[in-house]
Nanobody, 120 residues
Framework: QVQLVESGGGLVQAGGSLSLSCAASGRFFSINAMGWYRHAPGKQRELVAIITRDGNTNCADSVKGRFTISRDNTKNTVYLQMSSLKPEDTAVYYC??????????????WGQGTQVTVSS
């Protein structure tokens, strides 16, 4: 069974910084794209940032210049460094990995989510 477990998050004042990490464990062949999503109350879940296995990244316009996504393939871990946080960044943050289970099959796996709260 594949598990993605997030850590980090918490409460921070506006303008502050937080780091999230998400580690994958279990039996699998490799992990392709990994990403961070967030879900705020009353809003739809949105993509925050994504990174390919080769390290190519893309992120939402709302976080460009403030958030940085990175990964360590040797640790099957993806990171999200968040700075200049705003109250509108408050949400539950989820990581997702496109996991290749074998040479024939891959699937998406999600973490359990971690709360980020930015106070004004």
């Amino acid at each position: 069974q594949v598990q993605l477990v997030e850590s980090g998050g918490g409460l921070v004042q506006a303008g502050g910084s937080l780091s999230l990490s998400c580690a994958a464990s279990g039996r699998f062949f490799s992990i392709n794209a990994m990403g961070w999503y967030r879900h705020a109350p009353g809003k739809q879940r949105e993509l925050v940032a994504i990174i390919t296995r080769d390290g190519n990244t893309n992120c939402a316009d709302s976080v460009k210049g403030r958030f940085t996504i990175s990964r360590d393939n040797t640790k099957n871990t993806v990171y999200l460094q968040m700075s200049s946080l705003k109250p509108e960044d408050t949400a539950v943050y989820y990581c997702k990995g496109r996991v290749r289970l074998n040479i024939f099959y891959e699937d998406d796996y999600w973490g359990q989510g971690t709360q980020v709260t930015v106070s004004s």
